[in-house]
């Protein structure tokens, strides 16, 4: 029955990484943990202010604990202008006012981990604001300052300078560079910002930048925090000469397609260091890259055994609801991976795109939530270490009609470059009553920053919670069930299995072998990603399904016979 299985690589890189876990005592937590994202401006208001904030996100750590999770992933809350959300960093060892303070920031992480939750928190290594010391001083100087050597400051093209000096794009849309006015108020160089105006990129040739970035690590590990996700960790280095592209409409090819400014070599020399750092602190600290790349190979060079520990599978979130797309996907995912000892991870929404909840739908929002909740389930039995996005355990779809006097996405008011449609999945997350802010706030506070839509009374967590028909509790059930059976999460081998067309099916057993202790020895799992119920072999007991009703037949179907699968629904079975 098995047509093709991924597994285990026999290679040296395996070897030596086993020999090394096992010498060092380690858990390799990492290597199939689930990560929750926390969005902290919209996770929970502890003061009404209508912004969350840290001491919000504390509070609320509770139901994290309850949902399942094994670490907390906090985007920005660093000192900052907010520009672009807190990822214009001015001050990396200082919590911005609007989030609380750094004792809020300690006692976080305390409370966390009194909870058996990790911490990870952002770092943003690839710009930080025009506000931050060092930039502020540059300008101020004006040229020949030393401080401007650590940013790309360069002089224009063109009579009088006039012209940027090269034709790279900002991520935003229009030009990655603005001109610059001296001290004498003559039009001076222009300086390199690969996203807003507001986030001059640093140049990581210069040391002070490198030594820079130890001391920021250190301060943060100090403080307890357990790894760190790395904000555009393939954008630090810049090719030699900073070269044209050669064309526009050059945010079309990030992460398909070769730019001198991202994914250069040079980065992994800055990542050996750090991996340097992070193993001399007891714990297991870890760094997860935000690398888009062209492929998932290149992805790979990232988590070589003296590199990163993950990076973000954006390969696979951007994949189709296609039964042939996914399984292709997955296949080169844990091939790629397994090539250097690195654990595969998934992912399916985060703070940068479209709810997936609204992505697949189709237009169909009963369609949507029907998918997500079946792609939820097909992440979840992958080999590896699963993302979970704020508020996608209650099923929030994105919220599409914002009103533009409320947008706050720096690419919403720039021209060719991203869409600017990021606010939507941003939207405050709903907690419980049956109008806005939904408890997102104490009783007599204000409006959340970005206004929740008036029907989410039955996505908040106070309506979902016991209803077993609900996505909370899929959500719960499904965590509990992986982190229950040694098949799940862990390992990294699927057996796929034949399957009629648009259907997959595929078997995980504990450490790639029978026998595994702890209930059943191994788990099928069925994804049916058509538009029309499909009949198939009855391959066990059904044990979870994504459906809100129950599979027909499929808790009383004897081994071998047949059983129905509904559309886009994925089912687990005991086998």
Known sequence: MTQHSTGPASGSVRSAHTARTAAAGRTDWWRDAVIYQVYPRSFADSDGDGMGDLPGVKDRLPHLRRLGVDAVWLSPFYSSPQADAGYDVADYRAVDPVFGTLADAEELVRRAHALGLRVIVDIVPNHCSDRHAWFRQ????????????????????GPGGELPPNDWESVFGGPAWTRTTDPDGTPGDWYLHL???????????????RAEFRSVLRFWLDLGVDGFRVDVAHGLVKAAGL???????QVKLLGAAPVPYFDQDGVHEIYRDWRVLLDGYPGERIAVAEAWTPTVERSALYLRPDELHQAFNFAYLTTRWD??????????????MDSVAAPATWVLSNHDVVRH??????????RGLRRARAATL???ALPGSAYLYQGEE????????????VRQDPAFFRGSGQEGTRDGCRVPLPWSGTRPPFGFGPADGGPSWLPQPADWGDLTVEAQEGDPASTLELYRAALALRKAHPALGAGRCVQWLAAPEGVLAFRRTAGGTAGAEGGAESVVVTVNLTGRPVTVPCPGTAVLSSLKSRVPAAD????????VLPPDSTIWWAA
Do not use: C, K, N, Y
Not at 400 to 405: G, I, K, R, V
Not at 556 to 563: Q, T
């Open 378 to 380: 097909l992440m979840l």
């Open 243 to 249: 070269p044209d592209v050669g064309h526009a409409e």
């Open 138 to 157: 540059a300008l101020a100087q004006g040229p020949g300052s030393a401080l401007r050597e650590r940013f790309h400051f360069r002089p224009g093209r």
């Open 323 to 336: 039964a042939a797309a996914l399984r292709a996907v997955i296949d080169r995912s844990l091939e790629a």
């Open 394 to 405: 209650l099923g929030l779809p994105e919220v599409t009609d914002l009103p533009a006097e």
């Open 556 to 563: 009383s179907a004897g081994s071998g016979s047949d059983v």
């Open 357 to 366: 909840t609204t992505r697949l739908a189709d237009g169909d929002p009963a």
């Open 195 to 209: 996203f807003a105006p507001e986030q001059p990129d640093f140049d990581w040739e210069h040391p002070a930048v």
